[in-house]
């Protein structure tokens, strides 16, 4: 009996498809205020079941459900009106965004330790003299790189990769917890990509 009651108030939280269809019908023509109308309605669920599991970091979570409605805005005319609430197409959309973003933040921290190897190597001597050239050049191009990015972000890739601080020690020293660290150093990996020359 308890088991079915949370079924329940899950179907009753969501807006009756009579209700649903008209909004839908004028998004699809183009009415973009229907677009507030259709976020008032399940945006903060999409955040909560959807994405907030699979992205415990708020700021990510909170990127992740501007992409989930900006994708379903731009899809919206593939919406395909049937029997079905529009919610489980916008959950669908909110799954593969957070799973995309978790996969690219397990990519970027692989980034970083490979990254890490690098900057090491700048601080000693080369190996051999014709890498002496190539190693300031390199060194040369970070710093410009650095340089060009936003100061906050630049800081967070000096100090965890190239004064080599752990996240910890990164996240108190930019005054900021760990998680919010961890946002501002997988966004500056992003940046960083950007600048650096290819």
Same mark, same amino acid.
């Given at each position: 009996?308890?088991?079915?009651?949370?079924?329940?108030?899950?179907?009753?939280?969501?807006?009756?498809?009579?209700?649903?269809?008209?909004?839908?019908? &004028?998004?699809?023509?183009?009415?973009?205020?229907?677009?507030?109308?259709?976020?008032?309605?399940?945006?903060?669920? @999409?955040?909560?079941?959807?994405?907030?599991? =699979?992205?415990?970091?708020?700021?990510?979570?909170? #990127?992740?459900?501007?992409?989930?409605? %900006?994708?379903?805005?731009?899809?919206?005319?593939?919406?395909?009106?049937?029997? =079905?609430?529009?919610?489980?197409?916008? %959950?669908? @959309?909110?799954?593969?965004?957070?799973?995309?973003?978790? =996969? &690219?933040?397990?990519?970027?921290?692989?980034?970083?330790?490979?990254?890490?190897?690098?900057?090491?190597?700048?601080?000693?001597?080369?190996? &051999?003299?014709? =890498?002496?050239?190539?190693?300031?050049?390199?060194?040369?191009?970070?710093?410009?790189?650095?340089?060009?990015?936003?100061?906050?972000?630049?800081?967070?890739?000096?100090? %965890?990769?190239?004064?080599?601080?752990?996240?910890?020690?990164?996240?108190?020293?930019?005054?900021?917890?760990?998680?919010?660290? #961890?946002?501002?150093?997988?966004?500056?990996?992003?940046?960083? &990509?950007?600048?650096?020359?290819?």
């Amino acid at each position: 009996m308890n088991e079915g009651a949370p079924q329940a108030s899950h179907r009753d939280d969501l807006v009756p498809l009579e209700e649903e269809i008209p909004v839908i019908q &004028r998004l699809q023509a183009g009415d973009r205020t229907a677009f507030a109308t259709l976020y008032g309605w399940y945006g903060d669920k @999409i955040y909560r079941q959807a994405i907030l599991p =699979r992205l415990p970091n708020r700021e990510l979570a909170e #990127d992740c459900l501007k992409d989930t409605f %900006r994708t379903a805005l731009e899809k919206i005319h593939t919406f395909q009106l049937a029997n =079905r609430s529009i919610f489980f197409w916008l %959950r669908r @959309i909110a799954i593969n965004k957070a799973i995309d973003v978790h =996969r &690219r933040q397990r990519r970027d921290l692989q980034l970083q330790e490979s990254v890490k190897v690098e900057p090491e190597s700048l601080t000693q001597a080369p190996p &051999r003299p014709d =890498r002496g050239l190539e190693v300031q050049d390199t060194a040369r191009m970070v710093r410009a790189s650095l340089d060009q990015m936003n100061p906050r972000y630049a800081e967070a890739l000096r100090i %965890r990769l190239l004064e080599d601080h752990s996240r910890e020690q990164c996240a108190e020293l930019m005054g900021v917890t760990l998680g919010n660290f #961890d946002v501002i150093l997988h966004r500056a990996a992003k940046a960083f &990509r950007k600048v650096y020359p290819p």
